[in-house]
């Protein structure tokens, strides 16, 4: 952590915004969002309430924040409303529907676009076609696809009929696939033959055959045409979206939920155990997103927007399909890679489209500024006007050239800070009012009440480090842990007692009161913006059978901002190759068992690792071997020391 503070300390340049940029902003000044923010805390009631009537409920609430029994927060309880209707319906019925809703790229090139009144008949056919599949409400459907439409579809679908969806990234293996399939008990599973990712096929079906093998409960598996290419079929089973969509109706009824019933599960990693399915639910859930959208990234009529992430994350649920949509705004949707089938291919689409709003991660940032600057310089990014960030610490380096190159000196860049347990943005520069600083995610949102606490629960000075805490629920907040009510309220309420929400990042304010964000505190790893947990790792590598114990760490890397250095104890001796087959071998294994995302970069087989007297891994001192470190710090406790010698000089793979 001393590192990111030194960090800290050293960068004190700043970015208000243009006094154009102001000028048109949905919130200009400081003394407005104070104003704003101290009603948000101290009249939640009156602030949410105001800002809950702006959406079409289909039945007004009659409370708008029940507290009474934390961690449990219930927000608009009484209320009933369908986030498709949100999303859609108002809409086309405000004369809208002919506005274009979304534009969507395929990789090879292919365009669709949808109105608001086409996406909303899409979306009824596939509520339909899911209806006639037997999906009910409450019901849980598994959604694995590539980044084209249906996937938004899909989810809209769901909500529509008050499914609840539960979206597995694409990139996931098979069994990871199988875990989350099984955790939330899914029926159904909705994905495509294939997606385009670098000119190859992501073959998603078959990862799906292979997930669903055991899961008896699964009967239907409903898949859309995409790449064509010849997939296994289950009859009775598998259905074809094109072909169950024949004659379907473009009507049907959004279903009146309640305020708190559950609107989709979203599986990340913790420190401990298997991966946690988050509860998000209806009304808290669409009012933050939609709040969030419309402030953060100060969505204006003309604007196009553009979010690169992908609809299996957190980010895609908020800032693709929800948030956006809640807002009637144009965005645009993209399917394969940044560097597909060329370098400049994001800056291509942000000229063709004419992009105005653009979302996008500090790793894919880093990886531009790799490729160089003449990709971007190719293309007219004239139309940008505002860029964000997201899903892990952005560098200055990479937050100054983002700036220079991509916004031209002329766009604020919003660095929000937010988890798949917040729903929605919590710390965030607001654009028209913000003097932006490098690497900081500035302020806190509204409703958001955070703070800087020591491991007892005292405030810290303004430039310590401590970890981060929310002292009261907001309305996009995680509702629970699917299953699992005890882990919800142990990982993320009992550090203090109930009185806040832990948010497992480490943090610290400047003399100015701006947050700055250093990093995870647990035994989680972000890997280029993917939470992993080093746990998670570990279980993969040693159900390889050449594996008797492993240890996994983070190191610092240039792109990826972590990337992950396995130790492994092998089942028989080291070989005379030091170990380097077999740790080709387990990268391939942990690839199979997660996704490719886990694979470690660099696996050092060792007879040995450093452990306690007590046999506990001494993983400070793996973390400081695997970033190449000297070691300085105490290793008296260590059993044997001439095990760091070994690590050091091991072979890696
Ligand atoms: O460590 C923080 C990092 O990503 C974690 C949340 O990961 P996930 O739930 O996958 O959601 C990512 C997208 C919202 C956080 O605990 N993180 C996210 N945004 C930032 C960040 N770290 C620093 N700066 C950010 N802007």
Redesign the pocket.
């Known amino acids: 952590m001393s590192q990111s503070i030194e960090t800290v300390l050293t960068e004190d340049r700043s970015f208000p915004p243009s006094d154009e940029f102001r000028g048109a902003a949905r919130l200009a000044d400081r003394s407005t969002y104070e104003q704003m923010w101290r009603r948000s805390i101290d009249d939640p009631e009156g602030f949410f309430g105001e800002v809950a009537r702006e959406l079409p409920w289909l039945e007004p609430f009659t409370s708008v924040l029940d507290w009474s029994g934390a961690p449990v927060a219930r927000w608009f309880d009484g209320g009933k409303l369908n986030v498709s209707h949100v999303c859609l319906d108002q809409h086309v019925e405000a004369g809208r529907g002919d506005e274009v809703a979304l534009i969507w790229e395929g990789e090879p090139g292919d365009e669709r676009t949808f109105t608001y009144a086409e996406l909303l008949a899409e979306v009824c056919r596939f509520a339909n076609v899911l209806k006639a599949r037997g999906v009910s409400k409450g019901d849980r459907v598994a959604i694995y696809m590539p980044m084209i439409p249906e996937a938004a579809m899909a989810m809209l679908a769901c909500a529509r009929i008050g499914a609840i969806h539960s979206v597995v990234f694409g990139g996931f293996s098979a069994q990871s696939l199988t875990d989350r399939i099984e955790d939330g008990g899914c029926t159904a599973v909705i994905t495509a033959d294939g997606g385009w990712r670098r000119g190859s096929i992501l073959a998603l079906k078959d990862a799906v055959d292979e997930a669903v093998q055991d899961q008896a409960q699964v009967h239907t598996v409903l898949c859309v045409r995409r790449t064509e290419q010849a997939v296994a079929w289950s009859e009775g089973r598998d259905v074809w979206l094109h072909e169950a969509l024949d004659g379907v109706s473009d009507e049907c009824a959004p279903e009146p939920m309640d305020a708190e019933d559950v609107l989709f599960l979203l599986y990340?990693s913790g420190s401990t155990g298997k991966p946690k399915g988050i509860v998000h639910t209806t009304g808290g859930y669409i009012v933050g997103a939609y709040l969030s959208t419309r402030y953060v990234f100060d969505l204006r009529p003309g604007d196009t927007y553009w979010c690169t992430?992908d609809v299996g994350?957190?980010?895609g649920h908020s800032y693709i399909v929800y948030g956006p949509l809640a807002n009637g705004a144009r965005m645009v949707m993209y399917e394969g890679a940044p560097n597909a089938p060329h370098e400049g291919r994001f800056w291509e689409l942000c000229e063709k489209h004419r992009v105005s709003i653009f979302y996008t991660a500090?790793t894919a940032i880093r990886a531009f500024m790799k490729w160089g600057d003449a990709h971007v310089e190719k293309y007219d990014l004239s139309s940008l006007r505002l860029l964000g960030?997201?899903?892990?610490?952005?560098n200055p380096a990479a937050w100054i050239w983002y700036r220079e190159k991509v916004g031209g000196s002329r766009c604020p860049i919003v660095?929000?800070?937010?988890?798949?347990?917040?729903g929605s943005?919590m710390?965030t520069p607001l654009p028209g009012m913000s003097a932006t600083k490098p690497g900081s995610?500035m302020t806190p949102f509204f409703g958001v009440d955070a703070a800087i606490l020591d491991e007892e629960g005292n405030e810290v000075g303004h430039g310590e480090g401590g970890l981060l805490a929310i002292r009261r629920p907001w309305p996009s907040m995680l509702r629970g842990i699917w299953g699992d009510e005890e882990r919800y309220h142990d990982t993320y309420w009992s550090r203090w007692d109930g009185r806040y929400y832990m948010?497992?990042?480490g943090a610290r304010r400047d003399a100015d009161g701006n947050f700055w964000?250093m990093?995870?505190v647990d035994d989680?790893l972000?890997v280029s913006?993917?939470?992993l947990s080093t746990m998670e790792v570990e279980s993969a590598l040693v159900s390889h059978e050449g594996v008797v114990e492993a240890a996994v760490v983070a190191r610092p890397d240039d792109l990826t901002g972590e990337a992950i250095v396995a130790f492994v104890i092998p089942t028989d001796e080291v070989a005379d190759d030091g170990g380097l087959a077999l740790g080709v071998l387990l990268k391939a294994h942990v690839a199979a068992e997660i996704g490719k995302l886990a694979r470690p970069a660099e696996i050092r087989v060792s007879p040995r690792l450093p452990k306690t007297r007590s046999g506990k891994i001494m993983r400070r001192l793996l973390r400081a071997i695997a970033a190449g470190e000297e070691i300085r710090q105490d290793t008296t406790t260590l059993e044997d020391p001439t095990i760091l010698d070994e690590l050091r000089t091991g072979v890696k793979a």
């Open positions: 990340t992430a994350w957190i980010t500090p960030t997201v899903g892990e610490p952005i660095d929000t800070w937010w988890q798949t347990e917040t943005i710390l995610a948010a497992g990042d964000i990093g995870r989680v972000n913006g993917h939470r």
